[in-house]
């Protein structure tokens, strides 16, 4: 990890920031001082090695891999800007170096009967479906918790995260392993999040993040000269996140169901069954046995881990929708999405539905 700096200025009007609302964040109890001990010292870990991404691509004593890699991520970040209509600011213009494949770890949890989430709620951030761990060790032990309490629960690493525009976000070398145009998607999905953001409403912002990332990435290869992504990649991708919200859709009429609990879990392990076949059918008939997504469907499957399915992908076709209501015009999209975010929560999915629809 590169040693702490001030960041040209910006380490004090930060902390003028943060610490009010870590002092916010300890009056919910003794209990989470632990919890909320660690989202400050690891939000602050980032915040004093940022490093502006222009020195570090000037610097001949870096790795030239890495300076090629942030070169090109500037001009991604550039597009977002001028293009995109994301914000433009010093976000993704700083880097930070932290020695880990994952910045946070999330972890989800759910009744063993239920789909909806376990929600855990911040200050700024409102209400979410998760609770992240700047060590995996800590999310290890919190999961482990959750399941002796009969919690279904799954860990997913983040490569990175928004803070909303509370601060300048760095570019994170865990952002970095998947090559520049993985960076580039990051980079549009959490500008998305700055440029609009619902407390309370995990679904609508992260649909809308992952719909801005997906067309964004579109017109960054169009911009560039590049073809499409091949058409198979997207195909598989599609119709493997539809199974898994198909099979969501049957779990939730099945735990409506009056049943005993012991034929509910029997119920619940057979949809998951059917998941695998349904996955192993569509991999060997249309996809030429492609095996992508194998040791995903093989790890023990349950409710949490369709979590982040349902979240980040359950309103991406009606954002498509509204895109094309307004002939792909991005500037009246985000008014027509703040509109949307602005309308009573049930009225807002009843609105998303009739899009999707």
């Given amino acids: 990890?590169?040693?702490?700096?001030?960041?040209?200025?910006?380490?004090?009007?930060?902390?003028?920031?943060?610490?009010?609302?870590?002092?916010?964040?300890?009056?919910?109890?003794?209990?989470?001082?632990?919890?909320?001990?660690?989202?400050?010292?690891?939000?602050?870990?980032?915040?004093?090695?940022?490093?502006?991404?222009?020195?570090v691509v000037a610097d001949p004593s870096r790795d030239p891999a890495l300076r090629a890699h942030l070169a090109q991520s500037q001009q991604a970040r550039d597009f977002a800007s001028q293009h995109l209509h994301l914000p433009d600011n010093r976000s993704y213009r700083l880097y930070v170096d932290i020695g880990r494949p994952y910045v946070v770890w999330n972890v989800f949890a759910t009744a063993e009967f239920s789909l909806?989430?376990?929600?855990?709620?911040?200050?700024?951030?409102?209400?979410?479906?998760?609770?992240?761990?700047?060590?995996?060790?800590?999310?290890?032990?919190?999961?482990?918790?959750?399941?002796?309490?009969?919690?279904?629960?799954?860990?997913?690493?983040?490569?990175?995260?928004?803070?909303?525009?509370?601060?300048?976000?760095?570019?994170?070398?865990?952002?970095?392993?998947?090559?520049?145009?993985?960076?580039?998607?990051?980079?549009?999905?959490?500008?998305?999040?700055?440029?609009?953001?619902?407390?309370?409403?995990?679904?609508?912002?992260?649909?809308?993040?992952?719909?801005?990332?997906?067309?964004?990435?579109?017109?960054?290869?169009?911009?560039?000269?590049?073809?499409?992504?091949?058409?198979a990649e997207t195909r598989q991708r599609d119709q493997f996140i539809q199974l898994l919200l198909d099979t969501r859709k049957r779990l939730a009429q099945l735990y409506a169901l009056p049943l005993p609990a012991e034929q509910m879990r029997q119920r619940k392990a057979a949809q998951f069954e059917r998941l695998r076949r349904d996955y192993r059918q569509l991999r060997d008939s249309q996809w030429a046995g492609n095996k992508r997504y194998d040791a995903w469907i093989n790890l023990p499957l349950n409710n949490a881990r369709l979590l982040p399915f349902g979240l980040y992908d359950q309103w991406v076709p009606a954002f498509a929708a509204l895109f094309r209501q307004v002939n792909g015009d991005w500037p009246a999209f985000f008014s027509e999405v703040e509109k949307l975010g602005r309308l009573p929560a049930q009225q807002r999915k009843l609105a998303l539905a009739r899009l999707e629809a």
């Fill in 1 to 55: 990890m590169n040693r702490p700096r001030s960041s040209h200025g910006l380490l004090d009007p930060v902390l003028r920031l943060w610490f009010p609302a870590l002092m916010l964040l300890l009056l919910n109890g003794c209990s989470s001082l632990g919890y909320y001990s660690q989202l400050a010292s690891g939000q602050m870990q980032l915040l004093r090695a940022r490093t502006p991404v222009a020195e």
């Fill in 116 to 231: 909806s989430p376990q929600t855990h709620c911040f200050p700024i951030a409102g209400c979410v479906a998760y609770r992240g761990y700047y060590s995996q060790g800590a999310a290890r032990g919190a999961a482990a918790l959750q399941q002796q309490q009969g919690m279904d629960v799954a860990i997913g690493g983040v490569e990175a995260y928004s803070t909303l525009g509370w601060f300048d976000d760095p570019i994170i070398s865990s952002m970095l392993h998947w090559g520049d145009e993985r960076l580039a998607t990051l980079i549009f999905h959490e500008l998305a999040h700055q440029r609009f953001y619902v407390q309370d409403d995990t679904e609508f912002n992260e649909s809308f993040a992952t719909f801005v990332e997906q067309e964004g990435t579109r017109q960054w290869r169009a911009y560039r000269g590049l073809p499409p992504l091949e058409d």
